[in-house]
């Protein structure tokens, strides 16, 4: 028989063997069929219930919240926690002393002697909390802050590590926090996006969209990205009378509407309508809220909106956008400060002259955010609202070669806290005496998101999703709510 003929016939061995085949093929989608009923199904976990037609419908939290916001303020690049919020005398003792243990080589090349603090720390505030000179209008708020001293990460690369904060996971393809979040609690406001990702003047963080990114939920959930100087995409309305334009919506809403009734239970199509109907109210809506022309000259110059240095001009702008954009029930506002990973320029990577680059860098940063926690604070907000200063690791208490930077270390730094649900002007955890590993209640960044899932009302062991044969969650298989901060 010449197999490669199409007039081939089938022999016996060759019939029964396909059957066979098809029989298992067919078996098998049975049981991985009842495999993801029963994944669905899980007694453990709490899924939201979504409507297609309605995915941010406000949903209840598992248990009580005490935030109903989170405003997550990300320094990208790796802010030294020994030049800000950790304060080392011991370092200051052992200033030019050949580092004991430590390795000849660390992330980027050889190593050279301890360093004491480039910044003279002072007491702040009744609590007396010592932190640095660097950033002097946020030291005044030390009352209100809560640190977290003894986190520790997974990777020492730029992007592995902010994929590890947001994501909770090194690799790319997972949910941020911000997709969960909206996943499982909506919005309270449904005419703008539940999520916002505010980019840094200078660009986006390495890890770009992976920290807004929804990753395997519906893509519904994805942060939506703009800022005061760059509007949503698309926004502005395409019919320039606004009769016409009420018509024109007013129709299509009809005919969707009409369409639906046609193909019910076609989850995606009601997805696609009701994302297409959120783009129709943000442009009504967007708009007004980024005008910021209707703030008054007080509040701009306080915040720095009128700086010679535009970079903390437009940064500025940004917080006041992330106040409005909380003020209207924004779930989420995701807050950068530094772009791309490069040497120190565009972000916090301070490998060498860490005065020159951490001084410009806090230059940008310092005076707008305390202006916007403050607002926060004197507009009552920050009774709902957690705030979280992060950044994706910490540095080395020794300079590189060069004398003049300081390494990437995931062994110890500091993240703080702020607002609904934690304890002020408290701190918790260590690290040893020279800043280098956490040594006193050490946490990772699986406790430190499962702490903020916590405050949210949300559990971290319970709130999954199946996907790829696996439950899967914000903290894997791992994390612990760090209930020592907990007002």
């Known amino acids: 028989m010449n197999c490669s003929s199409p007039k081939q016939h089938i022999g016996r061995r060759s019939f029964l063997s396909n059957i066979a085949t098809s029989a298992g093929g067919l078996a098998l989608s049975q049981i991985l069929a009842r495999e993801v009923r029963a994944a669905s199904d899980k007694p453990g976990a709490i899924r939201p219930e979504i409507d297609p037609a309605r995915p941010f419908a406000l949903r209840q939290p598992h248990y009580p919240a005490k935030a109903e916001q989170v405003l997550i303020i990300f320094c990208a690049g790796a802010v030294s926690h020994l030049d800000t919020w950790d304060y080392k005398p011991e370092l200051a003792k052992h200033h030019g002393k050949v580092p004991p243990n430590a390795p000849k080589v660390t992330f980027q090349g050889p190593i050279g002697n301890l360093a004491q603090p480039f910044w003279e720390f002072k007491p702040r505030g009744k609590s007396g909390k010592m932190i640095s000179q660097l950033m002097p209008h946020l030291a005044e708020l030390a009352d209100d802050m809560c640190f977290i001293h003894s986190l520790t990460s997974k990777n020492s690369a730029h992007t592995q590590s902010e994929n590890f904060l947001s994501t909770g996971f090194t690799f790319e393809g997972y949910p941020s926090f911000g997709a969960w979040a909206t996943y499982a609690l909506g919005t309270m406001n449904e005419n703008i996006p539940a999520f916002v990702a505010i980019a840094d003047p200078r660009g986006r963080p390495q890890a770009g969209p992976n920290n807004w990114g929804s990753g395997f939920l519906p893509a519904a959930f994805q942060g939506t990205s703009f800022s005061a100087k760059e509007p949503p995409q698309n926004i502005k309305?395409?019919?320039?009378?606004?009769?016409?334009?009420?018509?024109?919506?007013?129709?299509?809403?009809?005919?969707?509407?009409?369409?639906?009734r046609r193909f019910v239970g076609d989850s995606d199509l009601a997805a696609r309508v009701s994302s297409y109907e959120l783009a129709g109210r943000m442009q009504a809506s967007i708009p007004d809220l980024m005008d910021l022309g209707k703030e008054n000259a007080k509040t701009l110059e306080a915040y720095g909106a009128t700086s010679t240095n535009t970079i903390k001009a437009e940064y500025a702008r940004n917080c006041i956008l992330a106040r409005r954009l909380l003020g209207q029930g924004v779930r989420v506002v995701q807050l950068f400060n530094g772009a791309y990973a490069s040497g120190g320029k565009l972000n916090w990577d301070s490998h060498a002259e860490i005065v020159n680059s951490h001084g410009a860098h806090a230059e940008i940063l310092d005076q707008p955010t305390a202006a916007l926690l403050r607002d926060l604070k004197e507009r009552g907000q920050l009774e709902k609202t957690l705030v979280v200063w992060c950044t994706e690791f910490g540095r080395m208490p020794f300079v590189q070669a060069n004398g003049t930077g300081r390494d990437h270390n995931i062994e110890g730094f500091t993240c703080w806290m702020m607002g609904a649900g934690v304890k002020p002007g408290f701190s918790y955890g260590s690290t040893d005496e020279l800043?280098?590993?956490?040594?006193?209640?050490?946490t990772s960044l699986y406790d430190f998101n499962a702490t903020i899932l916590h405050l949210l009302g949300l559990d971290h062991t319970r709130l999954s999703y199946y996907f790829n044969g696996s439950e899967r969650r914000l903290t894997d298989v791992h994390g612990h709510v760090i209930n020592e901060i907990l007002a």
């Open 435 to 442: 800043g280098w590993k956490a040594v006193d209640n050490v």
């Open 237 to 260: 309305a395409l019919l320039a009378k606004e009769s016409a334009n009420r018509a024109a919506v007013d129709l299509l809403g009809e005919l969707n509407q009409t369409h639906l």
